[in-house]
T-cell receptor, first 109, second 117 residues
């Protein structure tokens, strides 16, 4: 089993739609969690950290469920500029970051 | 310096040749990571340094791969006797890791795209 698993998609949604991605992780002792965004042929960039209490940044909401070992990302009112690959990242032992394969999102006009 | 810098951006080489990549981290960051990414996959961990010490290496890192971080500043990743399977994007990331803190975040460079012919 991979350390971090994501549905690769692709997700094709119309502008203005709400879309949600989930990610599961294998190590229950994992310490910190993140969503990164990666545009085609570019480096991953930090989108947001994920906390047990959940956190929101504008149209983006991230949630962590430790009991079920999954992380979610919700994007509301999708924009064309949201088209990218979204990577789920888990820091499992304080010094190793494991990445999911990424979920591809295309927002259609 | 506002970000992680990697050189070269692209490298085309023939099978069997040696290649070396350089990474300059964000200056105040104490950790430096190397990852490899192929199309359709997430970045895979290769190795990381805390200051000048190489603390962990992935099983993916064969004997042909070596990394250094002299003086805890820039780092180099060398691949000897390259193979076609080494073709990938090699990403460097740096972070500021404080003891006991759990908010360490990775900041990536633009990567070096390696093509082995």
């Amino acid at each position: 089993r991979k350390e971090v698993e994501q549905d690769p998609g692709p997700f094709n949604v119309p502008e203005g739609a709400t879309v949600a991605f989930n990610c599961t992780y294998s190590n229950s002792a994992s310490q910190s969690f993140f969503w990164y965004r990666q545009d085609c042929r570019k480096e991953p960039k930090l989108l947001m950290s994920v906390y047990s209490s959940g956190n929101e940044d504008g149209r983006f909401t991230a949630q962590l469920n430790r009991a079920s070992q999954y992380i979610s990302l919700l994007i509301r009112d999708s924009k064309l500029s949201d088209s990218a690959t979204y990577l789920c990242v888990v820091n499992m032992n304080g010094n190793q970051f494991y990445f999911g394969t990424g979920t591809s999102l295309t927002v259609i006009p | 310096d506002t970000g992680v810098s990697q050189n070269p951006r692209h490298k085309i080489t023939k099978r069997g040749q040696n290649v070396t990549f350089r990474c300059d981290p964000i200056s105040e960051h104490n950790r430096l990571y190397w990852y490899r990414q192929t199309l359709g996959q997430g970045p895979e961990f290769l190795t990381y340094f805390q200051n000048e010490a190489q603390l962990e290496k992935s099983r993916l890192l064969s004997d042909r791969f070596s990394a250094e971080r002299p003086k805890g500043s820039f780092s180099t990743l060398e691949i000897q006797r390259t193979e076609q399977g080494d073709s990938a994007m090699y990403l460097c990331a740096s972070s500021l890791a404080l003891y006991g803190a759990r908010d360490e975040k990775l900041f990536f460079g633009s990567g070096t795209q390696l093509s082995v012919l």
